[in-house]
């Protein structure tokens, strides 16, 4: 499926499993902080929208202004962090790289640095700006 053209139907027709749906103050901005901070791929990336696309599956980034029907919507916060107590998992993304590239930029915070976990991951802990907890992690080795 090309993500650059298809129509919101078909897109939507042809979602399965799991969805994740993140609501952002802005799609773009967003967008360009998966992508260069975890190196996720973005398709459509505007305010409104964006298509994000990592390890093989895709989800969403929806701006404030599309669900303002939504029931959701008045639950949003004006200001400060929105993603408190969800963490979403990068099981596929070096922690010590996307740290670095965290660290780098001045649009989010980078909330606690790479460390070796006992249940077996090597993981950080990076919030993007809409305040939303990212957890890159790799593997360790059986040893560790």
Known sequence: MDYETVGAGEFGRSLRGLGLNLLVRDAARSAGFLADVFGMTAHRASAD???MGYGGQVFQLHGDATFARHPLHALLPEAGP???GAEIRL???DPDAAWARARGRNDGV???EPQDRPHGLREAVIL???GYAWVPSRPLAAQD
Do not use: K
């Open 49 to 51: 929208f964006a298509i």
């Open 82 to 84: 929105r993603g408190a």
């Open 91 to 93: 099981y596929q993304t």
């Open 110 to 112: 980078a909330l606690r």
């Open 128 to 130: 993007c700006p809409d």
